[in-house]
């Protein structure tokens, strides 16, 4: 099961933000919505985990099995 690290104080209130990945550190993150760098690293070079479904809840990723890690 892949890692998502979630940036709780930076979703809004319903707990949706942009799922991305960084294509430099490889994280798989939860951000805020229209956020464009990586929490990790700050790199810009992120992209959509799943381009069809780029925002998502934390309530979402617990039920698609992800691990979350509340940062
Ligand atoms: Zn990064």
Known sequence: ??????????????????????????????????????????SENIQWYDEDKPEWTMEELEKEGFIVIEK
């Open 1 to 42: 099961m892949e890692e998502v690290k979630v940036y709780v104080d930076c979703l809004n209130m319903n707990h949706s933000g942009d799922l991305v990945r960084c294509m430099d550190c490889g994280e798989v993150m939860l951000i805020q919505l229209g956020g464009t760098s990586c929490g990790e690293c700050e």
